[in-house]
T-cell receptor, first 117, second 117 residues
Framework: AQTVTQSQPEMSVQEAETVTLSCTYDTSESDYYLFWYKQPPSRQMILVIRQEAYKQQNATENRFSVNFQKAAKSFSLKISDSQLGDAAMYFCAYRSRAGGGADGLTFGKGTHLIIQP | GAVVSQHPSWVICKSGTSVKIECRSLDFQATTMFWYRQFPKKSLMLMATSNEGSKATYEQGVEKDKFLINHASLTLSTLTVTSAHPEDSSFYIC?????????????FGPGTRLTVT
Protein backbone atom coordinates (compact mmCIF):
# COMPACT_ATOMS: atom_id res chain seq x y z
CA ALA A 1 0.00 0.00 0.00
CA GLN A 2 1.11 3.51 -0.71
CA THR A 3 1.47 6.20 1.92
CA VAL A 4 1.77 9.96 1.59
CA THR A 5 3.30 12.08 4.32
CA GLN A 6 3.03 15.82 4.77
CA SER A 7 5.09 16.80 7.78
CA GLN A 8 4.00 20.45 7.97
CA PRO A 9 0.52 20.80 9.52
CA GLU A 10 0.66 24.56 9.04
CA MET A 11 2.79 27.05 7.14
CA SER A 12 2.69 30.83 7.13
CA VAL A 13 4.12 33.17 4.51
CA GLN A 14 4.04 36.88 3.81
CA GLU A 15 2.10 37.98 0.77
CA ALA A 16 4.31 38.15 -2.36
CA GLU A 17 6.92 35.83 -0.88
CA THR A 18 7.72 32.24 -1.80
CA VAL A 19 6.76 29.18 0.22
CA THR A 20 7.54 25.50 -0.20
CA LEU A 21 5.27 22.72 1.02
CA SER A 22 6.82 19.31 1.62
CA CYS A 23 5.52 15.87 0.70
CA THR A 24 7.11 12.45 0.78
CA TYR A 25 5.57 9.18 -0.28
CA ASP A 26 6.25 5.51 -0.14
CA THR A 27 5.53 3.08 -2.96
CA SER A 28 6.97 0.01 -4.58
CA GLU A 29 5.58 1.02 -7.97
CA SER A 30 7.58 2.71 -10.68
CA ASP A 31 4.75 4.32 -12.62
CA TYR A 32 2.33 6.64 -10.91
CA TYR A 33 0.96 10.16 -10.70
CA LEU A 34 1.50 12.71 -7.98
CA PHE A 35 -0.79 15.66 -7.37
CA TRP A 36 -1.17 18.75 -5.29
CA TYR A 37 -4.74 19.74 -4.50
CA LYS A 38 -5.96 22.93 -2.88
CA GLN A 39 -9.01 22.92 -0.61
CA PRO A 40 -10.26 26.41 0.27
CA PRO A 41 -12.87 27.03 2.97
CA SER A 42 -15.58 26.12 0.44
CA ARG A 43 -14.08 22.58 0.59
CA GLN A 44 -14.12 22.21 -3.19
CA MET A 45 -11.02 20.25 -4.18
CA ILE A 46 -9.03 22.11 -6.82
CA LEU A 47 -6.20 20.50 -8.76
CA VAL A 48 -3.10 22.67 -8.52
CA ILE A 49 -0.54 20.60 -10.37
CA ARG A 50 0.11 17.06 -11.60
CA GLN A 51 3.38 15.18 -12.09
CA GLU A 52 3.79 11.94 -13.99
CA ALA A 53 6.49 9.78 -12.44
CA TYR A 54 8.06 8.81 -15.75
CA LYS A 55 8.72 12.44 -16.59
CA GLN A 56 11.97 13.80 -15.20
CA GLN A 57 11.01 17.40 -15.86
CA ASN A 58 9.33 19.12 -12.96
CA ALA A 59 5.78 20.29 -13.63
CA THR A 60 5.01 24.01 -13.58
CA GLU A 61 1.69 25.87 -13.61
CA ASN A 62 2.16 29.64 -13.51
CA ARG A 63 3.23 30.49 -9.92
CA PHE A 64 3.16 26.86 -8.84
CA SER A 65 6.02 24.45 -9.45
CA VAL A 66 7.14 21.15 -8.01
CA ASN A 67 10.46 19.61 -7.10
CA PHE A 68 10.04 15.93 -7.92
CA GLN A 69 12.81 13.69 -6.63
CA LYS A 70 11.82 10.16 -7.62
CA ALA A 71 14.69 8.35 -5.96
CA ALA A 72 14.11 10.20 -2.72
CA LYS A 73 10.32 9.84 -3.10
CA SER A 74 9.90 13.52 -2.48
CA PHE A 75 7.40 15.88 -4.13
CA SER A 76 7.44 19.44 -2.83
CA LEU A 77 5.28 22.34 -4.03
CA LYS A 78 6.68 25.82 -4.42
CA ILE A 79 4.32 28.76 -4.55
CA SER A 80 5.92 31.94 -5.81
CA ASP A 81 4.58 35.46 -5.28
CA SER A 82 2.07 34.22 -2.72
CA GLN A 83 -1.36 35.81 -2.91
CA LEU A 84 -4.14 36.07 -0.36
CA GLY A 85 -6.22 33.73 -2.49
CA ASP A 86 -3.64 31.00 -2.05
CA ALA A 87 -4.68 30.56 1.58
CA ALA A 88 -6.15 27.06 1.88
CA MET A 89 -5.44 23.48 2.86
CA TYR A 90 -3.03 21.82 0.46
CA PHE A 91 -3.06 18.08 0.00
CA CYS A 92 -0.42 15.97 -1.67
CA ALA A 93 -1.87 12.88 -3.36
CA TYR A 94 -0.69 9.71 -5.08
CA ARG A 95 -2.35 7.60 -7.73
CA SER A 96 -1.12 4.42 -9.30
CA ARG A 97 -1.10 4.02 -13.06
CA ALA A 98 -1.20 0.25 -12.79
CA GLY A 99 -4.97 0.04 -12.59
CA GLY A 100 -5.57 1.91 -15.82
CA GLY A 101 -6.99 4.86 -13.94
CA ALA A 102 -9.28 2.76 -11.81
CA ASP A 103 -7.48 3.59 -8.60
CA GLY A 104 -8.53 6.27 -6.19
CA LEU A 105 -6.19 8.80 -4.67
CA THR A 106 -4.15 8.39 -1.52
CA PHE A 107 -3.89 11.72 0.27
CA GLY A 108 -1.49 13.15 2.80
CA LYS A 109 -2.83 14.80 5.93
CA GLY A 110 -2.60 18.25 4.45
CA THR A 111 -0.83 21.53 5.14
CA HIS A 112 -2.77 24.60 6.18
CA LEU A 113 -1.26 27.55 4.34
CA ILE A 114 -1.73 30.99 5.86
CA ILE A 115 -0.93 34.12 3.86
CA GLN A 116 0.01 37.14 5.95
CA PRO A 117 -0.95 40.45 4.30
CA GLY B 1 -16.17 21.49 -18.76
CA ALA B 2 -15.54 18.55 -16.41
CA VAL B 3 -18.08 19.50 -13.78
CA VAL B 4 -19.17 17.14 -11.04
CA SER B 5 -22.16 17.93 -8.86
CA GLN B 6 -23.34 16.47 -5.58
CA HIS B 7 -26.78 16.56 -4.05
CA PRO B 8 -27.60 17.47 -1.40
CA SER B 9 -24.85 19.80 -0.29
CA TRP B 10 -25.93 19.50 3.34
CA VAL B 11 -28.25 17.02 5.00
CA ILE B 12 -29.34 16.46 8.57
CA CYS B 13 -30.95 13.17 9.46
CA LYS B 14 -32.03 11.36 12.58
CA SER B 15 -30.15 8.41 13.97
CA GLY B 16 -31.40 5.16 12.49
CA THR B 17 -32.60 6.61 9.21
CA SER B 18 -30.98 6.28 5.79
CA VAL B 19 -29.77 9.06 3.56
CA LYS B 20 -28.83 9.03 -0.11
CA ILE B 21 -26.16 11.25 -1.67
CA GLU B 22 -25.96 11.70 -5.44
CA CYS B 23 -22.86 12.34 -7.51
CA ARG B 24 -23.29 13.39 -11.14
CA SER B 25 -20.84 14.09 -13.92
CA LEU B 26 -22.54 16.91 -15.82
CA ASP B 27 -20.60 17.13 -19.06
CA PHE B 28 -18.67 13.89 -19.41
CA GLN B 29 -19.15 10.18 -19.00
CA ALA B 30 -17.67 8.52 -15.97
CA THR B 31 -17.33 4.75 -15.90
CA THR B 32 -15.58 5.08 -12.57
CA MET B 33 -16.44 7.29 -9.64
CA PHE B 34 -14.84 7.42 -6.22
CA TRP B 35 -16.27 8.18 -2.81
CA TYR B 36 -14.16 9.83 -0.12
CA ARG B 37 -14.83 10.74 3.46
CA GLN B 38 -13.30 13.73 5.21
CA PHE B 39 -13.47 14.35 8.94
CA PRO B 40 -13.11 17.93 10.22
CA LYS B 41 -9.61 19.26 9.64
CA LYS B 42 -8.52 15.87 8.39
CA SER B 43 -7.50 14.33 5.13
CA LEU B 44 -9.66 12.58 2.56
CA MET B 45 -9.97 8.84 2.92
CA LEU B 46 -11.01 6.72 -0.03
CA MET B 47 -14.08 4.70 0.87
CA ALA B 48 -14.93 2.91 -2.34
CA THR B 49 -14.61 2.80 -6.07
CA SER B 50 -17.87 2.83 -7.98
CA ASN B 51 -17.96 1.17 -11.38
CA GLU B 52 -20.82 1.64 -13.82
CA GLY B 53 -22.85 -1.52 -14.20
CA SER B 54 -20.96 -3.54 -11.60
CA LYS B 55 -20.45 -3.83 -7.87
CA ALA B 56 -18.45 -1.25 -6.03
CA THR B 57 -15.05 -2.04 -4.59
CA TYR B 58 -14.72 -1.05 -0.95
CA GLU B 59 -11.55 -0.13 0.91
CA GLN B 60 -10.53 -2.17 3.88
CA GLY B 61 -12.50 -1.25 6.98
CA VAL B 62 -15.44 0.27 5.12
CA GLU B 63 -18.72 -1.53 5.80
CA LYS B 64 -20.32 -2.30 2.47
CA ASP B 65 -23.70 -2.99 4.05
CA LYS B 66 -23.67 0.39 5.71
CA PHE B 67 -22.45 2.44 2.76
CA LEU B 68 -24.39 1.22 -0.26
CA ILE B 69 -23.08 2.39 -3.60
CA ASN B 70 -24.94 2.21 -6.88
CA HIS B 71 -23.57 3.34 -10.23
CA ALA B 72 -26.48 2.77 -12.58
CA SER B 73 -25.45 5.07 -15.39
CA LEU B 74 -22.36 6.70 -16.86
CA THR B 75 -23.20 9.99 -15.16
CA LEU B 76 -24.64 9.04 -11.78
CA SER B 77 -23.38 7.28 -8.69
CA THR B 78 -25.21 7.23 -5.37
CA LEU B 79 -24.00 6.61 -1.84
CA THR B 80 -26.63 5.55 0.68
CA VAL B 81 -25.72 5.66 4.34
CA THR B 82 -28.00 3.11 5.96
CA SER B 83 -29.11 3.20 9.58
CA ALA B 84 -27.07 6.33 10.13
CA HIS B 85 -25.49 7.03 13.51
CA PRO B 86 -23.82 10.18 14.86
CA GLU B 87 -20.39 8.72 14.12
CA ASP B 88 -21.33 8.71 10.42
CA SER B 89 -21.46 12.50 10.51
CA SER B 90 -18.81 13.68 8.10
CA PHE B 91 -18.08 15.38 4.81
CA TYR B 92 -18.51 13.05 1.84
CA ILE B 93 -16.83 13.91 -1.45
CA CYS B 94 -17.11 12.13 -4.76
CA UNK B 95 -14.86 12.30 -7.77
CA UNK B 96 -15.45 11.10 -11.29
CA UNK B 97 -12.91 9.83 -13.78
CA UNK B 98 -13.24 11.27 -17.23
CA UNK B 99 -13.58 8.28 -19.52
CA UNK B 100 -12.43 10.24 -22.50
CA UNK B 101 -9.01 11.41 -21.37
CA UNK B 102 -5.86 9.34 -21.49
CA UNK B 103 -4.68 10.71 -18.18
CA UNK B 104 -7.78 9.43 -16.40
CA UNK B 105 -8.19 12.79 -14.79
CA UNK B 106 -10.46 12.81 -11.74
CA UNK B 107 -12.77 15.69 -11.04
CA PHE B 108 -14.21 16.36 -7.61
CA GLY B 109 -17.70 17.26 -6.56
CA PRO B 110 -18.30 20.04 -4.02
CA GLY B 111 -19.01 17.59 -1.22
CA THR B 112 -21.96 16.76 1.02
CA ARG B 113 -22.00 17.52 4.71
CA LEU B 114 -23.91 14.85 6.65
CA THR B 115 -25.01 15.51 10.21
CA VAL B 116 -26.70 12.68 12.09
CA THR B 117 -28.57 13.73 15.23
Amino acid sequence: AQTVTQSQPEMSVQEAETVTLSCTYDTSESDYYLFWYKQPPSRQMILVIRQEAYKQQNATENRFSVNFQKAAKSFSLKISDSQLGDAAMYFCAYRSRAGGGADGLTFGKGTHLIIQP
Amino acid sequence: GAVVSQHPSWVICKSGTSVKIECRSLDFQATTMFWYRQFPKKSLMLMATSNEGSKATYEQGVEKDKFLINHASLTLSTLTVTSAHPEDSSFYICSARDHGTGTYEQYFGPGTRLTVT
